[in-house]
């Protein structure tokens, strides 16, 4: 009984997750698709919040659904909502089908006989909050690779700024649309 | 598990969902009135005054109202994200008030109940964080499926307005975490007790400054999160007939309107639970400190509600350049600036 | 049943084979953006797992999947500002139709 309502918790983020990435796939609406990609990032952040990383499960709620979900909304509706059109020349349809089950039924016996170097379920610790060691670990052991990654969002930030500009002079950066 | 255990976590926490559930939903249907009320005071009126005495009976006449008002779809729009958006408004609105907490621990019948929460989470703050990120959402898709430009406009203005305010509202939430150390509200709510000195809002640790900057800056940036004048564009009616909701009527009209009161609350209880020393009462001496602290944590709430509404009274609406940037020159650059005081105190102070 | 690391790895294949799916059969310019992200966050998954499986291992899984989420935040604004700029330029985003350097 104990161990059962974890498992079915689970298998229920897993067909959340899954279900909605296959919608996102095979929806012949990009906003649909957008909307459908909302429920996989939040399956994503429970099952993280599942395995005992809650900072990282509830960043992937604040960047993923909260930032980089609603850009690509953006993107959508800037671009104009051209599905009728762009949507009915998917190419290679039934090729990328085949590669996918190629690539599955090779790959799933695989990593279900690969020995890996876990430890069973039943021997691991108790989860812990982690806040408090990964914000040790990025100011110690990590602390090269956050000062690159602030630099590098420095560098992402100007640089979409300067993109998106283009050669219409509006004065935000965001309106672009303006010229199409 | 045993069944007394069950018993004892279980009980207190469904007790108190319901509860503060309830209450939530009682106080958005009178908060309605009270802005009336206000409102018309504001304006040499009266404001309602027909329905029952003193007006008191008229949020169940207008509930009433929108109940049987014909529930229309328009033919151009998406119907499942038409009838999803405003389930996802008032879902996210009412989830961020999960982990605020009301008052001070609590016993009832010899059961332990905790803090007045609902969960007390070790990630209490990013998980509000995470949910008002959220609410984007409801909005937007309002806007998009609604099939019509106004409302189309509205939903872009709405989202972009949101995440640019974002910013600001996390960052000036930073200062309080630098100087508490924890997420956890029901910590930072006990880290501020023993008088409104202690308050993050006035800490003397920094002098004052830090926390009264960021208490503004979370005021003015939770004005724009929650689409209130001067920050309503989203709603604009002069120049976008009514925004993302143009198109909605009857109750899924009432799901977002309940969704913005609720928002409301929700913003008031976090600046409260933050910076004003949430449930402690600001003198800590005997005729203070015997009232409950859910009635301080109230009273601190519902003053901020009334700033809320005193301003919409007051100010014009902003022009949407203009609001730009604002939250972009001018809040987001504060905010950083006083990211760095209060590392710069909290290092003077010598608490790292 | 309990579950093991099998089980992530399982889902997170399938989550990286529709985002290689979605790449490869779109050519909606958002949509492929879409499918990086679905790819990035399998990735994301196994790190978390392996993290939860292996516990000697001093959350670097979890850190590293922090600056996985980082570099996704940075990916998916510069291409965004890029598909903008396509879009100006040529006003559609269909990505077999942008071929003036074919020549």
Known sequence: MDALLPSLLFYAFAGVILGSAAFTAFARDIVHAAFSLLFTFFGLACLYLYLGADFVGLSQVVIYVGGILVLLLFGVMFTGHQTQETEKRTVNFYWGLALIALLGAGMVPALLKAPWAVKSAAELPEAKSTISSIATLLMTDYLLPFEIASLLLLMALIGAVVIARGETKTDEGESPETSA | ?352 | MTIGIEHYLVVSLVLFLLGLFIVVTHRNGVRILMGVELILNSANLNFVAFNRYMPDSALSGNVFAIFVIILAAAEAVVALAIVLAVYQQFSTIHMDEISNMKH
């Open chain 2, 1 to 352: 598990m045993t069944d007394s255990h069950l018993f004892n976590v279980l009980v207190p926490s469904l007790l108190k969902m319901v509860v503060i559930f309830h209450v939530l939903l009682g106080v958005v249907a009178y908060l309605v009135l009270v802005e009336r009320k206000l409102l018309g005071r504001f304006q040499q009126r009266v404001g309602p005054t027909r329905v029952g005495p003193w007006g008191l009976l008229q949020p169940i006449a207008d509930g009433l109202k929108l109940f049987l008002k014909e529930d229309i779809i328009p033919t151009k729009a998406d119907r499942v994200l038409f009838i999803a958006a405003p389930l996802i408004s008032m879902i996210t609105a009412l989830l961020a008030m999960a982990v605020i907490p009301f008052g001070p621990r609590f016993e009832l019948f010899g059961i332990d109940f905790g803090y007045l929460q609902i969960a007390d989470v070790n990630v209490g703050l990013l998980y509000i964080f995470g949910i008002t990120s959220l609410g984007v959402y409801g909005i937007f898709l309002a806007g998009w499926s609604s099939g019509n430009k106004y409302s189309l406009i509205g939903g872009l203005r709405s989202s972009a307005q949101m995440i640019s305010y974002e910013l600001t509202l996390g960052l000036s939430v930073i200062v309080i975490l630098m100087a508490c150390g924890s997420l956890r509200m029901s910590q930072i709510a006990e880290s501020q007790g023993d008088g409104f000195w202690n308050w993050w809002i006035f800490s003397t640790q920094w002098y004052f400054i830090p926390g009264l900057i960021g208490f503004f800056l979370y005021l003015i940036s939770a004005f724009a999160e929650t689409n209130r004048l001067p920050f309503d564009l989203p709603e604009a009616e002069t120049e976008l007939v009514s925004g993302y909701n143009t198109e909605y009527s009857s109750m899924k009209f009432a799901m977002f309107f309940m969704a913005e009161y609720v928002n409301i609350i929700t913003v008031c209880s976090i600046a409260t639970t933050l910076f004003l020393g949430a449930w402690h009462s600001p003198l800590p001496f005997a005729p203070f400190t015997s009232v409950p602290g859910v009635i301080w944590f109230l009273a601190k709430v519902f003053s901020l509600v009334f700033v809320f509404i005193w301003i919409r009274a007051t100010l014009p609406r902003f022009r949407y350049d203009q609001l730009m940037h604002f939250g972009w020159k001018v809040l987001l650059p504060l905010a950083l600036v006083n990211i760095l005081l209060a590392a710069a105190g909290l290092i003077a102070a010598g608490s790292f």
